[in-house]
Each structure stands twice: as structure tokens, then as C-alpha cells.
């Protein structure tokens, strides 16, 4: 790939003056091959596995960021969907699993791993059970691994029981942590049709179409769409759009000159190059102020889905443009706990749990990282879930639930999590019983989208 010297000045001026950077360099791992005769020899097998595959990942980015001049934020490690590749019956083996995985990530010097997953869009079998039984421990006696688990596909329909089971993992995992802030669900994600080349935690997994390895990466530049946005006041929606999908364009060229760098060097397949908008807390480093930057007073306001809808899709097209490997959840996240922006939405009251959801139909994922009070009773966290599994049902995309019930906390109080996870406020949850959904199970079905062959 060749760049011209226009091109390196322009990513000089992004990296140092709008917050562009690789937000991740994710290696993927399979496990496949790790099953032996017991429980202990197969985690010896898993441990080996990941130590081995990853053994240069770190000191190799370093080079490369060193070299290239481009910050690297984090470096992770995702595997095979574990109830799949190693499906344990028990319980105590994924928690034994986990203790493993988090050792060999710290050793490593790897920021999260991911993979601790599950599929249960249609039933739940004996090892995603035991998995999700098993995730309220593994989420609070690990530091770095995540967990995922898939309820509900367009294809499928959701699987209630699971939308139920989840819920209760969800406020168990947060329980079990009420001394941090209820951080155990902060790295659990709940998926409506999961993707399996997504570099971002917490629900990255090594899906069992990517091969034994692979280099995916994301990038973030709110900030370089942000200050893009600002400097054309007057301009036209399809102007915009125009703007956006060029500043999407050598974004993605960063991240793909990134990503063939670091693959080369490790002598492994590249993936892809996800450009996700994914915000901070630093200031201008936003996806909510550049939602206001188009002509909104505060994120949430009227006339917030539809500028979201133009971000997402303009950010879709720049980046396609700029690679034959764009992949995994490209387009714009909502984080309210990682967006400062989003942040002063919901204190100031303009940005509700039920708009979050309206904007989860047309952004990259779901509602995520939101932090809601740790009385929520489970019945309303599975009505939650099942209204973010419908969304990506319907709309045959993916969506997903990181929701943090806090112990102790109510609305309007507000909660740190520390490093990338950031900090949030309680937000606001109807009191209106969800207990009659709950109560039911079963499976809804299918969409008629599902009949598409």
C-alpha cells in the first residue's frame, strides 16, 4: 500500500492534534485443538496456546508505534467462543479456565482477553449453561477477561430463557463486585448477532470462520470527524456526509497500514480493520459532540438518530472505501460511561435511557456502558435486553447490552470504573414491571427477514 507524502502530513496533524490513534490491536487465537482428556490438561493445552501465539504481540506493537509514530492504546487477545471450542460441563472448569487466561494476560503485559462466550440465539445447551453460570465468578475474580454471550440472531429469533438467565448473570456479575462499583458487568456483553472479527472489548471472540490466527484492529478518530464537522458551520447534510467520509477514508488508511505491519512482522494473517468511533473522556474526543456539532444543543435532543444515522453511514462508506478488509463493528459506539459528551447529555437531562435506545437502531452496537441503580429488579433488565435483541432481530444488524446495575447507587449519583472503562452517572430506569415478560420464556420467533435464501 502506498502513501503519499500529503497523506503522512495529514496523519502527523491527526495523531497529535485530534486524538486519532489505533484504539486496539486484537489477536485472535483459536482454541479448537485445545479439547484433551481432561479438564486440567485442556487449560494446560489453553494456556500454552495463548502464551505461544502471543508471546511478541506486545513488544512487536510497541516497535511498530515507536516507528510509525501512531499511539497504540491497547493490545488484546480474543479466542474461540470457550463453550464451543472446549465445551466444559462444569462450571468450576470455566472459572479455572479464566483464573488461566487473566494469569497469561498479565505475563503477556495484554490489557483484556476476551472469549469467554457463549451462543444460545436458539437453546441453551450443557456448556453454555455452565459458562453462564460460571461468569458471575470468572467476571469478579479476573482483572482482564470479558465474557459474551449471544441470545438472539435475525436468523434464530431470541431465546427468552437465555434473555432471562443473562439478566440475572448481569446483576450477579455486578453484585459480586459491589465493591467496585459493580465492574464484573461492565465486561459482560449481551449480543443479538455477534460478529467474530470485532477487535473491541468486552465482546470480542475469535469466531470459528477466522482461522487459527488473525490481526484485527480498531480504529477510533472522533476527533478528527469532530474537528472536520466544526470547520464546515454552514455546510449541507451532503456536504457532510462528504466531509465525514473522506476524514473516514485516512482514518482507516492509518489503521490498515497498522494492522499489515504488525501481521507482517508476526507472521500472521491479517483480519480486518474495524473504524469504530469509539470516544473518550478526553475532551474532543467525542461521538455525542459530534453529533452537536451538526446543529443539536445537546445530545438526545430531537434530530439526534437522524445525525447519528448520517455519522454511522458516512463513517461506514470512508472506511470501505479505504480497504478491501473492513470488518467487524465499523461505524460509530455510544458509550455513555467512555463519552464525555454523552455524559453531560444524561446529567443534564437530555439523554434518557429510552433515546439511548432509539439510537442503538442506527449506530454500531447497542446500549453500552451504561450504569443504571443496582435496585433495578431482573425482570426490567430483561425487558431491556429483549427490546436491544429486537432491535438488531428486526433490523439484521448487530446490537448489544453492557448495562452496569450499581450496588448502592441510585439515579443521578455517579460511578468511576477506572482506565478506558471511564466514569458514569446513574441513569434513570422506569419503575414500570417488565415481571410478565420475564415470566413467559420461550422463544420468539424468527423474523420473516430470516427466510432470505
Do not use: W
Amino acid at each position: 500500500m502506498d502513501y503519499t507524502a500529503d497523506e503522512v502530513l495529514q496523519t502527523i496533524r491527526m495523531v497529535a492534534t485530534e486524538h486519532v490513534d489505533v484504539r486496539t490491536v486484537t489477536l485472535g487465537v483459536s482454541l479448537f485443538g485445545c479439547r484433551r482428556g481432561s479438564i486440567s490438561e485442556s487449560i494446560e493445552a489453553v494456556s500454552r496456546r495463548v502464551r505461544e501465539a502471543a508471546r511478541h504481540l506486545v513488544p512487536t506493537a510497541a516497535l511498530v508505534e515507536k516507528e510509525f509514530g501512531v499511539p497504540i492504546i491497547n493490545k488484546r487477545i480474543a479466542v474461540s467462543p470457550v463453550a464451543m471450542a472446549l465445551a466444559f460441563p462444569d462450571p468450576e472448569a470455566y472459572v479455572e479456565l479464566a483464573q488461566a487466561l487473566d494469569l497469561a494476560a498479565l505475563d503477556l503485559g495484554i490489557d483484556f482477553i476476551g472469549g469467554m462466550a457463549a451462543f444460545a440465539q436458539k437453546r441453551i445447551d450443557t456448556p453454555a449453561r455452565a459458562l453462564m453460570d460460571a461468569l458471575p465468578t470468572v467476571l469478579s475474580t479476573t482483572e482482564r477477561v470479558c465474557g459474551a454471550v449471544g441470545v438472539a440472531s435475525t436468523r434464530t429469533g431470541i431465546n427468552m430463557d437465555a434473555v432471562v438467565r443473562m439478566a440475572e448473570v448481569i446483576h450477579d456479575a455486578a453484585f459480586a463486585t459491589a465493591d467496585r462499583a459493580g465492574v464484573g458487568a461492565a465486561k459482560l456483553v449481551v449480543y443479538c448477532n455477534p460478529v467474530g472479527d470485532n477487535p473491541f472489548m468486552a465482546g470480542a471472540f475469535h469466531g470459528p470462520e477466522e482461522g487459527e490466527m488473525a490481526i484485527n484492529v480498531g480504529v477510533s478518530g472522533p476527533g478528527a470527524v469532530l474537528a472536520a464537522v466544526r470547520d464546515r458551520p454552514r455546510a449541507s447534510f451532503t456536504d457532510l456526509a462528504e466531509v465525514i467520509k473522506h476524514t473516514a477514508f485516512k482514518i482507516t488508511r492509518v489503521g490498515e497500514l497498522v494492522g499489515q505491519e504488525i501481521a507482517r512482522r508476526l507472521d500472521i494473517p491479517f483480519g480486518i480493520v474495524d473504524l469504530s468511533l469509539a470516544p473518550t473522556n478526553t475532551p474532543d474526543d467525542s461521538v455525542a459532540q459530534i453529533l452537536e456539532a451538526f446543529g443539536i444543543e445537546r445530545v438526545g435532543a430531537p434530530g439526534t438518530v437522524m445525525a447519528l444515522a448520517l455519522l454511522n453511514d458516512a463513517v461506514k462508506k470512508g472506511g470501505a472505501m479505504a480497504t478491501s478488509s473492513a470488518g467487524g463493528l465499523s461505524g460509530s459506539f455510544i458509550p455513555v460511561s467512555e463519552d464525555a459528551g454523552m455524559i453531560q447529555g444524561v446529567e443534564c437531562g437530555s439523554l434518557t435511557l429510552d433515546k439511548l435506545e432509539a439510537m442503538t437502531a442506527v449506530c454500531s452496537v447497542g446500549i453500552d456502558m451504561v450504569a443504571i441503580p443496582g435496585d433495578t429488579p431482573v425482570s426490567t433488565l430483561v425487558g431491556i435486553i429483549a427490546d436491544e435483541m429486537a432491535i438488531g432481530m428486526i433490523n439484521r444488524k448487530t446490537t448489544a447490552v453492557r448495562v452496569i446495575p450499581v450496588p448502592g447507587r441510585d439515579a443521578g449519583s455517579r460511578v468511576a470504573f477506572g482506565g478506558l472503562l471511564g466514569e458514569a452517572p446513574v441513569m434513570h430506569v422506569t419503575a414500570f414491571s417488565s415481571e410478565g415478560i420475564a415470566a413467559r420464556g420461550g422463544r420468539v420467533p424468527a423474523p420473516l427477514a430470516a427466510l432470505n435464501n
